[in-house]
């Protein structure tokens, strides 16, 4: 298994250029699933993820063509027939965001099998809202053997209200009400960018959405969708780890081909901790020259500071001058890298939701264990301020939504290196963000 080596000290200088966003191109490939016409997605970020829809897509018969490099990042799918609407255990349980499926397959084939996700390092993450919503739009739903199963003659329109706020929630029963019979109303949806994109590919595919990126979505069905060309936005959560990466070594880095506009709550709290920034329309440049000072911190959902960022903050906190209080209030249990930072000198108390960070330890350099995507992410981090070199082990996580991190880290003065097994061989756990 693949690991990190990254010897801490060096400031990062230089321009980054961001990938298109994973949690846009994921739903944006199960909307493919909607028609039987070639969907075209540009700037897809190649990371393990997108790897592993292609294969659940073209399991279920898909024709799925992904090229990177010269290719320009795109895919071409073409559901022309669906053989088999089904997600298995294997796929879902190495990527959750399989149950995107779920509504699409219900919506264009009538029925759908798809593995229940079950738990996994950040929380319980049940799919209930999914459920729910799609027998809101008359879907009947049996649960058995691990697998949820959908079947309908053809989704009719209805009005959903969410019980909470759900991101691949909101998306899988957007696709579902695009091909309902009559208008669907939605409300309490998660306003993420993310949302909005997949609301754009669908309304060029001849879907009639209006409200996307708002909390009140109407979606007035059709009777079938076309094919479509779309450009995937740019990864606001891979812009927010390198801006946190510059800020943090002191650095002083253009973050270009990102969307500031949806990075606004990151940057807000960045100010807050003494880190000077340059907006421009689609650039970032951070000038970590100042001394950081400790500020606390909420997760809340778009436009809020993303849970998805919580570790990557963290990390950044260690070495803020202070006492920084940072609350998890999307995930029960997201604060995995804490311990490990603590294994590298900092100071971090977890008490519930709540993480009390003591900053301005000096962190040295350990062996780590990487538990999930985003805790990865404030691993590499805090090893680039760190003293000696810290092996960061499971970096498949990390492959699982960061494009090339230890090319572009390199490229802007970073000591990175990745290896084969230099450790004694660990049973992996299976999980999944
Ligand atoms: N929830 C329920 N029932 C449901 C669905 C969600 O109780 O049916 C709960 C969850 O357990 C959680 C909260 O609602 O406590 C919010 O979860 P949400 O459904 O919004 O999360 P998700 O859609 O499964 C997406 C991202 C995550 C990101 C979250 C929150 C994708 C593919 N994944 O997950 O991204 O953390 O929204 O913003 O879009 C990552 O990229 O590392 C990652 C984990």
């Keep these: 298994m693949d690991k990190l080596v990254i010897r801490g000290g060096n400031p990062l200088l230089g321009t980054v250029r961001i990938s298109g966003a994973k949690n846009a191109a994921l739903p944006c490939m199960a909307a493919a699933l909607l028609t039987d016409e070639p969907v075209i997605l540009e700037n897809i970020p190649q990371v393990r993820d997108i790897e592993t829809t292609r294969k659940l897509l073209a399991a ?15 895919t071409t799918i073409c559901a022309r027939t669906l053989a088999a609407p089904e997600a298995s255990y294997e796929l879902v349980k190495t990527m959750r965001a399989s149950t995107l499926v779920l509504g699409p397959l219900v919506a264009r084939c009538g029925r759908a099998r798809v593995s229940l996700p079950g738990g996994c390092a950040i929380g319980a993450r049940p799919i209930d809202l999914h459920i729910k919503g799609l027998e809101r739009l008359g879907a009947k739903i049996t649960q058995e053997h691990g697998y949820v199963e959908a079947v309908t003659d053809r989704l009719r329109g209805a009005e959903i209200v969410f019980d909470r706020i759900t991101v691949t929630g909101t998306e899988d029963l957007l696709m579902a009400a695009t091909l309902a019979d009559g208008e669907t109303i939605m409300q309490n949806c998660a306003r993420e960018p993310e949302v ?29 969708l076309h094919g479509a060309r779309h450009r995937i936005i740019p990864d606001r959560v891979e812009a927010g780890t390198f801006i946190v990466a510059a800020a943090l070594t002191g650095g002083d880095l253009n973050v270009a081909g990102c969307d500031p506009a949806h990075l606004t709550a990151i940057l807000q709290k960045l100010v807050e901790t003494g880190v000077k920034t340059v907006v421009k329309t689609d650039s970032v440049r951070v000038m970590g020259d100042q001394p950081l000072q ?33 609350t998890e209030n999307i995930f029960e249990n997201r604060f995995m890298h804490a311990q490990e930072l603590v294994r590298m000198g900092a100071n971090i108390k977890i008490e519930g939701r709540r993480a009390i960070v003591c900053g301005g330890t000096p962190l040295s350099a350990a062996a780590v264990l990487a538990s999930d995507l985003r805790a990865s992410a404030s691993l590499v981090l805090a090893a680039l301020v760190a003293d000696g070199e810290t092996i960061i082990d499971r970096v498949y996580h990390l492959d699982r939504g960061y494009e090339n991190i230890e090319e572009k880290l390199k490229a802007v003065g970073a000591e990175i290196r990745r290896v084969g097994n230099i450790f004694p061989k660990r049973a992996p756990t299976p999980t999944q963000s």
């Design 60 to 74: 279920m018969g898909a024709e799925v063509e992904l090229g990177y490099g010269r290719a320009q990042h795109r």
């Design 294 to 326: 400790a500020a606390d911190m909420d997760t809340e959902e778009y436009p809020g500071f993303p849970t998805d960022m919580q570790a990557q903050y963290m990390a950044l906190t260690t070495q803020a001058a202070g006492t920084s209080i940072i």
């Design 196 to 224: 909005a994109d997949l609301a754009a590919l669908l309304n060029a595919m001849g879907a009639n959405i209006e409200g996307a990126g708002t909390s009140t979505i109407r979606v007035k069905g059709v009777t079938k």
